[in-house]
């Protein structure tokens, strides 16, 4: 009988595929996925590190999981990712839950890793860093829904000061250009018509004389797609060529997530983001002057070592003028190994909370009128699946990543659809479908 394998997924986008790529992987050794965790005989835990809390989440899960093994020792389980790649050797000595750990590079080994966990009840860690692993000739196994995401580089040079990210996915290296086109094709006669491109710094893709700029022109004129977006942009990388390809490619949707971090420049600099506030801006003027329905998203943090009062109302006014469609706000978080983390000054946690709320309240008021200026536009939803709330409404995303719900039949769900706008609701908006 076939092994079964169920597999939950922390943290970013690019985890989400690199789960897509291990299902593949698993599946293509006769492994059976599962969507019920409780008929899996292998439990995959793929992690997120970038912050304490994602890592604590995590091991909480995988101690409550150990709860149900039966006296064969099944569920094994398995912690993937960048948990596993930063400390998967001490916590496979201090919880006796853990079976193996395999970082993210070490994916292509995991079937013979677990065929052994499972015959020879050892435990393991393959966290091995491959600065050339891209996985690049292994066909994703999507999950359900119209959405695909399409890795286009692994890794990252930039050593943001706070950053775990080069430590754990190690260097820069992009993937093939001719891969990546077929892979979005194939995407595309698989039904899934929205593709979104990642990579931790996607601005810095290249392939042999190739740029970003090009990958995009030549993804947008692929026939089986219909939408084609990107994440992450670096402001230090995002180029004029990029920001016209953009503007002049219909199906590359008009929504860019550009991450800000900070509006202070002496924090900026701290944080080796090597752009100030000033570039920043200028960024976004040519972005909306280009393209003036873009919408714009960012994150920032809060409390990073040194960050004063006024450090933090210099963010505070950044969101306030640049009036983002939506920002991720976090609070800084000491990560070992980094530099940010041995930096004078922390700043306290209860300031770090005070702050994080206000910028929270801050973009809520901005979200909330940008979305209420949306009433009255017609807008084309792709539809993704019945709205949760109620079974007569489809929900859907509108070409800047918002979320729309419109009262629809559900054989729509798959195809595209105009909407004119009517309300909205907190980070959803409502309409009704147009002929
Ligand atoms: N490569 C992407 C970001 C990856 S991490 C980029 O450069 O934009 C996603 C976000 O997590 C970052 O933009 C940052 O805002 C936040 N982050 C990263 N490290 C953090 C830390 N130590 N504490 C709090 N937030 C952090
Ligand atoms: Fe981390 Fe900076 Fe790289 Fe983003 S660009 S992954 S924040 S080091």
Known sequence: ??????????????????????????????????????????????????RQHAEDRVIGRITQEGGRKDSDNLPVIGLLGCVAQRIGDKLLKNIDALDFAVGTDQYRKLPALIKEVLQKKK????????????????????????????????GCNNFCTYCVVP?????????????????IEIAGQNGFKDVTLLGQNVNSYHYKNQKFADLLNKAADIKTIK????????????????????????KICKSIHLPLQSGSDKILDKMNRKYDFSHYRKLIRKLRSAMPQIAITTDVMVGFPGE??????YTQHALDSIRFDYSFTFKYSPRKGTKAANFKNQVE?????????????????????????????????????????????LSGRTEDNKIAVFPGDKELIGSFVNIKITGATGWTLLGKKIA
């Open 167 to 183: 430590y754990v996915r190690g260097r820069e290296r992009s993937r093939e250009l001719d891969k990546i086109l077929e892979e």
């Open 227 to 250: 939408r084609l977006r990107f994440v992450t942009s670096h402001p230090k990388d995002l180029s004029c060529k990029v920001i016209d390809t953009m503007a002049s490619k219909k």
């Open 349 to 393: 946690e209860d300031v770090r909370l005070q702050r994080l709320q206000k910028l929270i309240d801050l973009q809520n008021s901005i979200t909330h009128e940008k979305y209420k200026e949306k009433i009255g536009d017609v807008a084309t939803v792709y539809v993704e699946q019945v709205s949760k709330k109620d079974e007569n409404e």
């Open 308 to 313: 004063t009062e006024s450090d933090f109302m």
């Open 123 to 154: 435990r393991a860690t393959l966290v091995e860093q491959d600065n050339k692993e891209v996985y690049g000739d292994i066909k994703p196994l999507r999950r359900q829904g119209p959405n695909a995401f399409v890795t286009i580089m692994r």
């Open 1 to 50: 009988m076939n092994k079964k394998f169920f597999i939950r997924t922390y943290g970013c986008q690019m985890n989400v595929n690199d789960s897509e790529l291990v299902s593949a992987i698993l599946a293509d050794s006769g492994f059976e996925k599962v969507e019920n965790i409780e008929k899996a005989d292998i439990v995959l835990f793929n992690s997120c590190t970038v």
